[in-house]
């Protein structure tokens, strides 16, 4: 039996490439296909990852920690204490890998040349930079030294539409628990740019302990940022930070942010429409270049039939040259599509349309994500489609009428 379908294998084989034109055409075609399948894939992935993973640098964090009325109320009457006890306890465990209290209020940033509302951030800078959530890159001057550092640091549009700079004074204002206003004068120490030119304008960054004194609210914070090892599995140990918490709300960025879970979601369930829409397109060739085969053998068909060969091996050797044909083609097409990602994964610049990508919560730079699961889920529909594809070629090789088949010309 062994040695049977080796035969039939290696009959398969040969029977594929004896019109070598046709069938160099159709590889070729499914070679186009799933790479077309992968790299479009790759560069969809690469920009969800994009606008997921500013939205986490928004947000910042993939869970956040607030009083149950800040969402609606994002005013210093609605902080919290900072973490201690069994959610201080929660923080520390894996796969937790960092987290930051933050002061984070409505606020008015003045200057001699005019006034902008902005959100007011008290952070730790070291906590920061250990979420990830610190401006990457300062134009001028530096981030902020510590909690009780009692400068600024502002975005370098902010900064333009202020017409302020670096070491001049600026006045912030915002509201205390009593509803009066708070303010001070403080000198920018620093300038800096964001991938996202919006956020430029949006935050202004001060050393938590002096905006906790500016506002008069003690220890209190407004939220607590977390982030573990993935933000794709945030779920199981946002739970367990949520237990020890329950007077708290604890969010994932799923349930902060519902568009950027809804772009993920859709991510996946665009791979794999693209892919059987792509491969149906493909289907009509296969179908037709088996077919032919099928055609131009017929005389051979029934000759094996007379000679003793069951329909089912028949339909197992066009079947098999289906096979050989997409398995060569999704080798090809993957290795085609991994050589032309890998140089492109450093970035792709698209500064010239920035202003269209910042309308989505993308960078001016696009990353394409090359993931294994988009090879196998293409290798998956090629297949399993070609098969089905291939059913109808096959079954019309394996329905042969003996006599006719060896009396036609």
Same mark, same amino acid.
């Given at each position: 039996m062994m040695l049977l379908r =080796?035969?039939?294998?290696?009959? +398969?084989? %040969?029977?594929l490439w004896r019109n070598r034109r046709r069938t160099l055409i159709m590889l070729l075609a499914v070679v186009v296909g799933v790479w077309a399948m992968v790299f479009m894939s790759a560069m969809m992935r690469g920009m969800v990852d994009e606008m997921v993973r500013n939205g986490l640098d928004q947000?910042?964090?993939?869970?956040?920690?607030?009083?149950?009325?800040?969402r609606d109320d994002p005013s210093v009457v609605n902080s919290i204490a900072p973490p201690a006890g069994d959610l201080l306890a929660a923080l520390q465990q894996p796969p937790v890998s960092?987290?930051?209290?933050?002061?984070?209020?409505?606020?008015?940033?003045?200057?001699?040349?005019?006034?902008?509302?902005v959100t007011l951030l008290g952070v730790d800078p070291a906590a920061e930079r250990a979420l990830g959530? =610190?401006?990457?890159?300062?134009? +001028?001057? %530096?981030?902020?030294?510590?909690?009780d550092d009692r400068g600024v640091v502002l975005g370098q549009r902010l900064v333009e539409r202020l017409e302020t700079g670096l070491g001049k004074r600026v006045v912030i204002m915002s509201q205390d628990p009593d509803n009066n206003v708070a303010d001070r004068g403080v000198r920018v120490v620093g300038i800096y740019s964001a991938r996202l030119p919006g956020d430029e304008e949006?935050?202004?960054?001060?050393?938590?302990?002096?905006?906790?004194?500016l506002l008069g609210i003690g220890h209190q914070v407004s939220e607590v940022a977390v982030i573990g090892d993935g933000y794709r599995a945030v779920a199981p140990w946002a739970a367990r930070v949520?237990?020890?918490?329950p007077e708290l709300e604890v969010l994932s960025w799923r349930q902060l942010d519902p568009f950027l879970d809804a772009m993920l979601t859709l991510q996946d369930g665009f791979a794999l429409v693209f892919m059987v829409v792509v491969f149906q397109a493909l289907s009509f060739g296969l179908v037709n270049t088996l077919a032919m085969a099928v055609f131009e053998r017929v005389r051979e068909i029934g000759l094996m039939q007379a000679l003793g060969m069951r329909p089912g091996l028949v339909l197992q050797q066009v079947l098999l040259e289906s096979v050989f044909l997409l398995g060569l083609g999704l080798a090809l097409g993957n290795a085609l599509a991994w050589l032309s990602i890998k140089p492109l994964e450093s970035g792709i610049d698209l500064s010239s349309v920035a202003r269209g990508m910042e309308m989505f919560a993308m960078g001016s730079i696009l990353y394409p994500a090359l993931d294994w699961r988009d090879m196998l889920l293409s290798t998956v529909v090629v297949l399993g489609l070609g098969l089905l594809a291939s059913l109808i070629p096959a079954w019309r090789?394996?329905?042969l009428d003996p006599v006719r088949a060896l009396n036609s010309h």
């Open positions: =080796a035969g039939i294998g290696r009959l +398969a084989w %040969r029977n947000l910042p964090g993939e869970v956040q920690i607030h009083h149950r009325d800040y960092a987290w930051s209290a933050r002061v984070r209020v409505p606020a008015m940033v003045s200057s001699a040349h005019g006034s902008r509302g959530s =610190a401006p990457r890159t300062m134009v +001028a001057g %530096r981030f902020l030294d510590g909690v949006r935050f202004v960054y001060g050393g938590r302990a002096a905006i906790q004194e949520a237990a020890a918490a090789a394996a329905r």
